[in-house]
């Protein structure tokens, strides 16, 4: 068993592609219609092309519990999900000069450093570092 996609619920497809390919610099890979002005939208590392993918999910959109687990998690500030990278202080600034809004500075926490941003499509995202 392995995991080849793993989903982060968007209220804006479209946003979403634009944030996660312009600023964090995601690649897309996939991006078929589904209908109704969905897609099934995927994303792969620029260093990691045959990783997993990042589905950006429509669901906030058209099933009602899935908006308020997202809301409840971003109103408590909770991470969605996180993403590694070698410098949480590098991406930090690199992400600070794009516009791009942390709730959280990069912070060392026992063996690792973690920052935490808004994503602008309902989620907060965690980069952590392995120290």
Known sequence: MKVTLISIPVQNQEKALQF???KLGFLKKKDEPLGGGNRWLTLVSKDW???PELLLEPAP???EPSKVYQDALMEAGIPWTQFDVEDVSFEY???TKLGVEFSMKPTEMGNVKVAV???TCGNHIQLV???
């Open 20 to 22: 996660y390919t312009e």
């Open 49 to 51: 092309q045959d990783g």
């Open 61 to 63: 959109n058209h099933f």
């Open 93 to 95: 600034e690199r992400l």
């Open 117 to 119: 941003f808004n994503d």
């Open 129 to 131: 570092e392995e120290l």
